[in-house]
């Protein structure tokens, strides 16, 4: 079911919808649902009943090579943008129309605010939302810390009951990504730094960050030794050598479509700065240069919709950014990794850790530091501080090389996000 807010919105808003076949045709111009099979579900289903839109897809590089063309010369023949977050927050809030009076927005009040680009109006309207989780045998739950909700633990109450499955079974059940190619360097840039430093670039050696770590460490020590082999999570579910877990969804589906019953998803822990997690946020917004601006809203509002939120899921793998009761002939994991993700990212302590922006060629590198801070500090038990110091070296020079301002949950910079 759809908040009331937005409820009230959207129903505000279906003349609006409906009256979008008597407009000109659309161009939705987009950076997301680029495969040909996506492509053609959006134009055959997500896009039915919203008038005559034409979806033009492409990689980031034309999308905004003809977007800034149009801004340049003062008029084009885009009406809607599709693109991530990132590609949003890269340009200039003024060539977005203000979307603050359709009345539209996400369930969940952190993407709204994100879409605001430090600004104070909204400057795209969030679309669908992907995102890692945690999942878990549901052997486990029985020995769950007291008082804990699964739905809202904390990392210490994650260490605790990683421990009690490790004491009633005599081995270590809890599993990490930390294999090579496991996604580990986002659950440092997205769960572990947003939860206890409330950053990831500024903050890299911070007094919170050691906090981090030592947390980190805490976690390691009844973690699966073999998680340096693993990579999807899903495989180690299923055969068991792991009872809770930390993945990419898609790395989880295979679990819950092969035994549905027999385990849950829910949300990552949280820190003393709340409950970081790393979503993937795609948007719509218009342009200044729209030539139909009656059109364009139509097709936006059309886009936050229910059944077009369903209808974009079963298109993109994406979920919905919107209250929405998931049919029941979605795949297993569908349905348990969206309600994981909704609850998520709509719960009130929510400290999003977006993915890194602006670094261009060095990301590698990037990601690189993280992966050898937890090697260093982790595996071969180095001195944190020192580790810090070490690696915030490396880290700087590549932010100054390429010149990347700050993401959230890191406050803004002029120019090169540094590391203090």
């Keep these: 079911m759809l908040r009331p807010k937005l409820a009230?919105?959207?129903?505000?808003?279906?003349?609006?919808?409906?009256?979008?076949s008597a407009q000109a045709e659309v161009l939705f111009w987009s950076t997301q649902a680029k495969p040909v099979e996506e492509a053609q579900a959006m134009r055959e289903r997500v896009l039915a009943g919203a008038g005559e839109v034409d979806y033009q897809p492409n990689d980031a590089g034309p999308w905004i090579t003809r977007?800034?063309?149009e801004l340049e010369a003062g008029s084009g023949s885009i009406g809607v943008l599709g693109?991530?977050?990132?590609?949003?927050?890269?340009?200039?809030?003024?060539?977005?129309?203000?979307?603050?009076?359709?009345?539209?927005?996400?369930?969940?009040?952190?993407?709204?605010?994100?879409?605001?680009?430090?600004?104070?109006?909204?400057?795209?309207?969030?679309?669908?939302?992907?995102?890692?989780?945690?999942?878990?045998?549901?052997?486990?739950?029985?020995?769950?810390?007291?008082?804990?909700?699964?739905?809202?633990?904390?990392?210490?109450?994650?260490?605790?009951?990683?421990?009690?499955?490790?004491e009633a079974t005599g081995e270590a059940k809890f599993g990490f990504p930390a294999g090579p190619q496991g996604l580990k360097h986002r659950f440092f840039q997205g769960y572990l730094y947003p939860s206890y430093t409330n950053g990831v670039v500024?903050?890299?050696?911070?007094?919170?960050a050691v906090t981090?770590?030592?947390?980190?460490?805490?976690?390691?020590?009844?973690?699966?030794?073999?998680?340096?082999n693993f990579s999807f999570l899903q495989e180690q579910l299923l055969s068991e050598d792991v009872w809770i877990a930390f993945d990419h969804t898609s790395r989880l589906a295979g679990a819950f479509n092969e035994r549905p019953d027999d385990f849950v998803a829910f949300p990552a822990p949280a820190?003393?700065?709340?409950?970081?997690?790393?979503?993937v946020i795609a948007g719509v917004a218009i342009p200044k240069t729209a030539p139909d601006m009656d059109a364009a809203k139509a097709l936006v509002a059309h886009m936050l919709k229910p059944e077009t939120q369903i209808a974009t899921l079963r298109a993109t793998n994406f979920f919905p950014v919107v209250d929405v009761a998931l049919p029941d002939d979605l795949p297993p994991s569908v349905q348990a990794a969206g309600a994981a993700v909704a609850t998520m990212s709509a719960s009130a302590d929510a400290n999003p850790g977006l993915l890194p922006a602006g670094l261009?060629?060095?990301?590698?590198?990037?990601?690189?530091?993280?992966v050898d801070t937890f090697e260093r500090i982790v595996l071969a038990g180095q001195p944190i501080e020192a580790v810090l110091d070490d690696q915030k070296k490396t880290l700087a020079r590549i932010m100054d090389e390429t010149g990347a301002p700050c993401w959230a949950p890191d406050a803004p910079s002029e120019g090169a996000c540094p590391v203090e």
């Design 202 to 208: 500024r903050t890299f050696a911070s007094d919170k």
């Design 271 to 279: 820190g003393p700065e709340g409950r970081g997690f790393m979503p």
């Design 67 to 69: 977007l800034n063309a």
């Design 212 to 228: 981090a770590w030592e947390k980190m460490r805490e976690l390691w020590a009844v973690t699966n030794p073999g998680s340096t």
């Design 360 to 370: 261009g060629d060095k990301g590698g590198e990037f990601n690189r530091v993280f």
């Design 83 to 166: 693109a991530l977050h990132g590609d949003f927050s890269a340009m200039d809030p003024e060539d977005l129309v203000n979307l603050g009076d359709l009345g539209l927005g996400s369930a969940s009040d952190t993407f709204n605010d994100l879409a605001k680009l430090g600004t104070d109006d909204l400057q795209y309207i969030p679309w669908m939302q992907a995102s890692y989780i945690m999942a878990a045998n549901k052997k486990a739950l029985e020995h769950l810390p007291d008082g804990a909700d699964i739905n809202a633990l904390t990392y210490d109450q994650l260490i605790e009951w990683s421990a009690s499955v490790m």
């Design 8 to 20: 009230g919105a959207v129903s505000g808003l279906a003349l609006l919808v409906s009256a979008a």
